[in-house]
């Protein structure tokens, strides 16, 4: 195959849901063997487009043309049909059946009676792993896998369903280490050799200049343009992202108040052991640790999601053992969950009654909600984090991520939480809504509240915590008390016991 030859080109195309534009003729090529990024900050229109490709959305105007053939609207068994696979940022895998059983679903290879032929699937997998150099075993149930190795079950999953042509990837790497992103190049770099097109979307921006050939900027659903790699550096891409240059000025950070909360061998059956640790007012407490080191369980344990089985735990010097997250809610915890659709938010409410649900008492009048009492806090907290939506009534579940993610965070405000436990806080947004994050958790910090941050992101902890404290295996192996002093080198030994 020509390796100039279009695989897939968007015309014109456009979409619209309500009150919202999110594509306005958005045009784009994708030729074989190529990775082609598709870029843009959060509400740009990225999954929009994402979707119309794949087949879940139909474009109001402009066509899908996929070779020689021209689409008004693809579904997802013609998008399949035509050789578009998609691998989603949320992966589509049933996690008790077996890596073979999720490569084949729906597509099962059959003996002669008609049943299940596990002998040949095992073979075939077997084949497809061993084609892509892959290290994971056909017959490893999918819960025991790592992320990394799920993410390489979506590919050959998706890439076993027909003779993909086109594979869209999104986010892929939101949940990897630095060595499984390796791999997953490499794997990239196998398709390509073959011919396939690649449309790779991320935030991530070192990554997309060393991956792919051309890039695309998306802003607020229009295309800015398609550039070669080489035209680009970082800055550059990050100022045709926001359509202006950016302000990296980081914030000084100023001592700690008193101690607000405190954990005394903290054990939690075989997952913590033996944690000790404080938070202080008007701190940002980071935490560190890899897949299996505590981190998320630490911070649902103080959410009250989780019970610990020894220890004592001290909130403003008293006993403190929440019983659920409406009890740690109650006494001034605030938890913001990594994965805020499922966890987070409800997304076919509007944005007033997601945000009014933390504190319904504020908006009660004589027993029912006052909608103008409701509508009024709303607003002022969309003014407040510029979060951007057409309306207070607009159902969350058409924001973009990053607006989704300060609608959580106007849930903790309109809680007056005084203790913010979060998860993975700037995960899978844009440059721009990144710095904005980062400057409401120093403006929260100022108004004498206290932050328990885990992030896999090392940059991230070192520009905003206080300390940062990291836990391997269930336990705390290192303590830094000025994060400023540290590097993400040092960081990432420190995690990884190097």
């Not at 695989?7 to 619209?16: G, M, T, W, Y």
């Not at 359509?243 to 700690?256: E, N, R």
């Not at 344990?301 to 004592?312: E, R």
């Not at 903790?412 to 436990?421: K, R, V």
Request: charged share 20%; hydrophobic share 40%; aromatic share 6%.
């Amino acid at each position: 195959m020509d390796e100039n030859q279009p695989l897939l080109n968007i015309v014109n195309v456009s979409k619209s849901f309500p009150g919202v534009r999110a594509l306005n003729k958005v045009n784009m090529t994708l030729i074989s063997g190529e990775v082609h990024a598709l870029v843009g900050e959060n509400g740009a229109g990225k999954s929009t487009l994402v979707k119309i490709i794949s087949g879940a959305y139909a474009p109001d105007e402009g066509s899908i043309d996929i070779g020689d053939k021209s689409f008004r609207s693809l579904n997802p068994y013609q998008a399949r049909l035509n050789g578009i696979a998609t691998v989603y940022q949320e992966q589509q895998l049933v996690p008790w059946l077996t890596v073979a059983e999720n490569i084949f679903l729906g597509m099962e290879p059959r003996t002669r009676w008609g049943s299940i032929d596990f002998p040949t699937m095992k073979q075939e997998a077997e084949e497809r792993i061993r084609s892509y150099g892959l290290s994971i075993q056909p017959t490893e149930l999918v819960a025991a896998l790592s992320v990394a190795a799920r993410q390489e079950v979506a590919i050959l999953k998706v890439l076993a369903r027909n003779k993909a042509k086109v594979l869209l990837l999104d986010e892929p790497t939101a949940s990897l280490t630095g060595s499984q992103v390796d791999f997953l190049f490499s794997l990239i770099h196998q398709l390509q050799q073959q011919g396939i097109g690649i449309l790779y979307i991320s935030h991530y921006l070192d990554e997309v200049l060393e991956i792919s050939q051309r890039i695309t900027v998306l802003r607020n659903g229009q295309g800015v343009g398609t550039f070669q790699k080489g035209d680009l550096n970082k800055e550059t891409l990050i100022e045709k992202m926001a359509g202006h240059k950016l302000d990296f000025s980081t914030v000084i950070k100023k001592p700690v108040g008193e101690k607000i909360l405190e954990l005394k061998e903290i054990s939690c059956y075989n997952i913590l052991q033996n944690v000790n640790l404080s938070l202080h007012k008007e701190e940002i407490l980071g935490i560190l640790g890899g897949n299996d080191s505590g981190c998320h369980e630490l911070i649902r344990l103080l959410a009250g999601l989780i019970p610990f089985s020894q220890g004592k735990m001290f909130l403003r010097g008293e006993t403190y053992s929440p019983t659920s997250i409406y009890d740690a809610l109650e006494k001034g915890l605030f938890f913001i969950p990594e994965n805020m659709r499922k966890e987070g938010l409800v997304l076919p409410l509007s944005l007033a009654k997601n945000i009014t649900l933390s504190n319904l008492k504020e908006v009660l009048t004589q027993g029912f909600i006052h909608l103008k009492k409701e509508g009024n806090q709303a607003q002022n907290l969309v003014k407040a984090l510029k979060i951007v939506t057409p309306s207070v009534k607009t159902e969350v579940q058409y924001l973009s991520g990053g607006n989704q993610r300060k609608v959580l965070f106007a849930k903790a405000l309109f809680a007056d939480a005084q203790i913010w436990l979060l998860e993975e806080p700037t995960q899978g947004v844009d440059v721009e809504a990144r710095q904005e994050i980062h400057r409401l958790l120093f403006d929260i910090k100022s108004k004498q509240k206290s932050i328990l941050l885990v992030s896999s992101d090392l940059e991230e902890l070192i520009t905003v915590a206080d300390r940062i404290i990291i836990l391997r295996r269930g336990q705390i192996v290192e303590e830094i008390a000025d994060s400023s002093s540290t590097s993400p080198k040092e960081l990432l030994q420190a995690m990884l016991g190097g």
